[in-house]
């Protein structure tokens, strides 16, 4: 993962004060300068893209440039497995893994 930001070209983040609470934030998006920089960024097909705010307090759009280690790309699968293979509705916190004798 870099250190260096990149920011979304053809993309404008605003948040206007008098907004609802349920209103995030507005996109303007500049189609031929977005995709331009998408095709440059993307990564199998696909381009994260994190929403900030600035110390200024304006927001902004920056690529996610976080790469999953083979580790965590396994535990994560691990983890979506074992979400999946448990009956909906089943607790699964009454006996800790560790006090299992088998």
């Known amino acids: 993962m870099s250190d ?18 349920f209103v995030i934030a507005n996109l303007s998006l500049k189609c031929k300068e977005l995709v331009a920089w998408m095709q440059q960024h993307h ?3 696909w ?3 994190q929403i900030k705010q600035s110390k200024g307090g ?20 691990m983890a979506q497995a074992k979400a999946a293979a448990e009956p909906a509705g089943y607790p699964t916190d009454l006996v800790p893994d560790d006090d299992i004798p088998f």
């Open 43 to 45: 990564r199998d097909g």
């Open 58 to 77: 304006k927001y902004y759009a920056e690529l996610d440039t976080f790469v999953p280690s083979k580790r965590e790309e396994y535990d994560n699968g």
């Open 47 to 49: 381009c994260n893209i």
């Open 4 to 21: 260096d930001k990149v920011f979304v070209d053809g993309m404008i983040v605003k948040r206007h004060e008098r907004s609802p609470d």
